[in-house]
């Protein structure tokens, strides 16, 4: 009998257990035993396609050199969460923006502003981040020294993120007047992000397993929201950690409310606005 006429084999406690294990490993991310379903869907549709009868005779594709190196890269795509819209969290983007104005208007902006997207997916928060950054330089009629770097495990995600090219729907969060500025009306109802936004976001693959490994340092601004939820809590403070450590004085850190509750650092503080859960570097 064909694959395609099969239903997908069942995992066993000792399959999902396995395979969350290597997602683990080589991601950080754990999944819960209600996404037990979830795995097995996707690694059954991966054999599927490739007509692969078992998941043991997969799992030894996977972990077997080169081609599993390839192989997996096509797998973790489908396995990471890629749910993100543009202003996602409003609230926390527009802290960004308020950040940006207050050390112009003190004259305290001594350098490119730099910002660090963790987690982008295919692109709509470092784009968000990109347009309240420009506002800010426009309004105080100052050329857009910025960057923001944006980072992601999922090459698809980022190969779309590049390209900038939206539907109508994942607009439909933005105001008249943002759409306007920052998009050109492409084929059908797509809608591609202005060349001046495009140059500033340099989208790279980035694994938080390997934060160590990053050149990303001296950032003034650190975005890394609806990331940590998939991590131990452990994992999470130790990431925490390291983020830190990439900041220059007076940079800052900005979670997703509630992703972290238990955690603290000797060289920051968090910002008492409740909307938001952001921690100032104060060395």
């Known amino acids: 009998m064909v694959w395609s006429l099969k239903q997908a084999p069942s995992f066993s406690d000792e399959e999902f257990e396995r395979w969350n294990k290597l997602l683990e490993d080589r991601t950080g991310i754990q999944l819960v035993a209600h996404q037990r379903g979830f795995l097995q869907i996707q ?26 190196a390839v192989e997996w890269s096509v797998l973790v795509d ?86 900038g090219i939206y539907t109508a729907r994942k607009l439909e969060s933005l105001s008249l007047e943002e759409k306007s500025r920052y998009f050109d009306l492409g084929d059908g109802d797509s809608f591609q992000v202005k060349r001046k936004l495009r140059d500033r976001v340099c989208f790279t693959s980035g694994n938080l397993l390997g934060l160590a490994q990053m050149p990303m340092a001296g950032m003034d601004v650190i975005f890394c929201q609806n990331v940590l939820i998939y991590f131990r809590r452990w994992r999470r403070r130790e990431i925490l950690n390291e983020l830190v450590s990439r900041l220059k004085p007076g940079g800052v850190l900005v979670i997703g409310l509630g992703e972290v509750v238990d955690w603290n650092h000797e060289l920051v503080r968090r910002d008492p606005d409740d909307r938001i859960q952001a921690y100032v570097r104060c060395k």
Not at 47 to 59: I, S
């Open 43 to 68: 690694v059954a549709s991966r054999m599927r396609e490739l007509g692969v009868e078992t998941y043991a005779d997969y799992f030894t594709q996977l972990t077997d050199g080169v081609q599993g």
């Open 78 to 163: 489908r396995l990471v969460v890629k749910e993100t819209s543009y202003f996602r969290h409003r609230d926390s983007i527009e802290y960004v923006r308020q950040l940006l104005q207050q050390r112009i208007n003190n004259r305290e902006l001594k350098s490119n502003f730099e910002v660090w997207s963790l987690g982008c997916a295919t692109g709509e928060e470092p784009y968000s981040l990109s347009m309240v950054i420009n506002d800010s330089f426009e309004l105080a009629g100052l050329e857009p020294f910025y960057g923001v770097t944006a980072t992601d495990i999922s090459q698809p995600a980022l190969q779309h993120a590049r390209q």
